[in-house]
């Protein structure tokens, strides 16, 4: 395992010198509230939607609510004790946040559901067909237009083809979920045992179909190429003169996007960073990864998620300045970063949030038009991923070692395969050397 990791530090340094030179408590505790969010775009429109507690141990618990405030039982019941124990939350935020639009559609179009799901009766083929078309609309379209099917509904948002395909499958999972249900109520030899498993079959069926006709070709990512890298360096650098941010958070937006191609961190990774994560003296300066679900530190509603393992990586010197310089000179002028640990801070005095950064690379496209389409948060991911490979190639890392590597720098499960879809660029552009070798040989 030392290989990989000496192998995996070497290769990072190279990516990293590259970039630099382009510049649980106990349970009662728990369940005390301490703030409530209201989740939910345009939620005055909204049915049900989804509210998020934050508990004193830091745990945010996502509910569905009804209009009046009032919890909806199977939702919840759902949430708690199905899959709050297997996902992080983030996860089971959006999971809700479908399940509250299932809800939604249901009442508009005059279905009880949960009578529907407790009967084992569930929904019929075209009622499946119109929730899981319904699920293409992004919920600010209001409840007349939630009502409608697709092919009826005019002036309403759609979202991608990648986010409904997500949405489809949590609702295939709620809707088995609830049809199981009426199962353990019925003796094992009556027949309308299999007719449930029948319908909860016709609704995973179902929903196969819609994710395969949702999945769009426009929706692949790969990283950036040399040039666009180059380019997207000089736009973010303070002293740039055409620089699209106000000087305030200039220092900020290029710290925070140097650190995003170098290290290919996720967003959520990026904001959790303590100001103690980073070790700027000594021989080795590092920046170490650190898992915290539920940080009672972290006063966002939306609480960025480190989703991957926790790891510690090796600074080059010209990185360990930049971050030295940010810590000592530029954090200290945004308001409140004395009261918190979180390295990234928002000029309202505030911990830097998700969207925030979003926002950042939509300022840069909308400035820089070359960049459409092109340029996010996870691109910088991808491109990470990219220049890992071709720094490996020049240094002639093997295969193995390089996958190895790969998996300890992003995080990943030391066998995982991810990292094929992550250095897309790279495989497609070998992938055409070697088949125009093989053109050309068959002409030779």
């Known amino acids: 395992m030392t290989a990989p990791l000496n192998a995996g530090?070497?290769?990072?340094m190279g990516v990293s010198a590259k970039l630099m030179r382009d510049l649980?408590?106990?349970?009662?505790?728990?369940?005390?509230?301490?703030?409530?969010?209201?989740?939910?775009?345009?939620?005055?429109?909204?049915?049900?939607?989804?509210r998020v507690t934050k508990?004193?141990?830091?745990?945010?618990?996502?509910?569905?609510?009804?209009?009046?405030?009032?919890?909806?039982?199977?939702p919840n019941q759902w949430s708690l004790s199905i899959r709050r124990p297997q996902v992080q939350q983030n996860t089971l935020i959006e999971e809700l946040r479908t399940v509250a639009h299932v809800y939604h559609w249901a009442v508009c179009y005059g279905i009880n559901l949960d009578e529907r799901l407790r009967s084992g009766n569930g929904l019929s083929p075209a009622e499946l067909m119109a929730l899981y078309q319904n699920l293409r609309y992004a919920r600010t379209s209001g409840r007349k237009a939630a009502a409608q099917l697709l092919n009826d509904?005019?002036?309403?948002?759609?979202?991608?083809?990648?986010?409904?395909?997500?949405?489809?499958?949590?609702?295939?999972?709620?809707?088995?979920?609830?049809?199981?249900?009426?199962?353990?109520?019925?003796?094992v030899g009556d027949h309308r045992v299999r007719e449930i498993r029948e319908r909860c079959e016709r609704i995973r069926?179902?929903?196969?179909?819609?994710?395969?006709?949702?999945?769009?070709?426009?929706?692949?990512?790969?990283?950036?190429?040399?040039?666009?890298?180059?380019?997207?360096?000089?736009?973010?650098?303070?002293?740039?003169?055409?620089?699209?941010?106000?000087?305030?958070?200039?220092?900020?937006?290029?710290?925070?996007?140097?650190?995003?191609?170098?290290?290919?961190?996720?967003?959520?990774?990026?904001?959790?960073?303590?100001?103690?994560?980073?070790?700027?003296?000594?021989?080795?300066?590092?920046?170490?990864?650190?898992?915290?679900?539920?940080?009672?530190?972290?006063?966002?509603?939306?609480?960025?998620a480190v989703k991957t393992l926790g790891r510690k990586i090796?600074?080059?010197?010209?990185?360990?300045?930049?971050?030295?310089?940010?810590?000592?000179?530029?954090?200290?002028?945004?308001?409140?970063?004395?009261?918190?640990?979180?390295?990234?801070?928002?000029?309202?005095?505030?911990?830097l949030s998700l969207r925030s950064v979003n926002a950042v690379f939509e300022r840069i496209v909308e400035c820089f038009p070359e960049f459409a389409g092109i340029l996010s948060p996870h691109i910088l991911?991808?491109?990470?991923?990219?220049?890992?490979?071709?720094?490996?190639?020049?240094?002639?890392?093997?295969?193995?070692?390089?996958?190895?590597?790969?998996?300890?720098?992003?995080?990943?499960?030391?066998?995982?395969?991810?990292g094929a879809l992550y250095a897309r660029r790279t495989i497609e552009e070998r992938a055409g050397e070697i088949s125009l070798a093989h053109q050309r040989s068959l002409f030779s």
């Open 153 to 187: 509904a005019a002036d309403v948002k759609i979202v991608k083809g990648k986010t409904h395909a997500v949405r489809v499958g949590y609702a295939r999972e709620y809707l088995i979920w609830g049809l199981e249900r009426a199962l353990y109520r019925l003796d």
């Open 381 to 418: 991911r991808y491109t990470y991923n990219d220049m890992l490979s071709e720094n490996a190639a020049e240094a002639g890392v093997d295969a193995e070692t390089l996958k190895a590597a790969r998996n300890y720098l992003n995080g990943w499960l030391l066998h995982s395969d991810q």
């Open 205 to 304: 069926r179902a929903a196969v179909d819609f994710q395969r006709s949702s999945s769009d070709g426009s929706a692949r990512r790969i990283g950036l190429d040399r040039r666009k890298r180059t380019r997207l360096l000089e736009i973010v650098n303070p002293q740039y003169a055409r620089n699209p941010f106000r000087r305030s958070v200039r220092f900020r937006n290029w710290v925070m996007t140097v650190l995003l191609m170098t290290f290919g961190f996720r967003r959520g990774e990026t904001l959790k960073i303590y100001v103690s994560d980073v070790n700027v003296k000594g021989r080795q300066p590092s920046l170490t990864i650190h898992r915290r679900p539920g940080d009672v530190l972290d006063p966002r509603a939306n609480e960025p």
């Open 314 to 351: 090796p600074l080059t010197t010209e990185m360990a300045q930049m971050l030295g310089a940010f810590i000592m000179h530029h954090r200290p002028q945004f308001p409140g970063v004395d009261m918190s640990p979180f390295l990234f801070f928002s000029i309202d005095g505030n911990p």
């Open 24 to 50: 649980r408590p106990n349970l009662s505790r728990c369940m005390i509230i301490e703030r409530m969010f209201d989740l939910t775009d345009g939620a005055d429109s909204m049915l049900f939607r989804v």
């Open 9 to 12: 530090s070497s290769l990072f």
């Open 55 to 74: 508990l004193t141990s830091g745990e945010r618990l996502p509910i569905v609510i009804d209009q009046r405030g009032l919890p909806v039982p199977a």
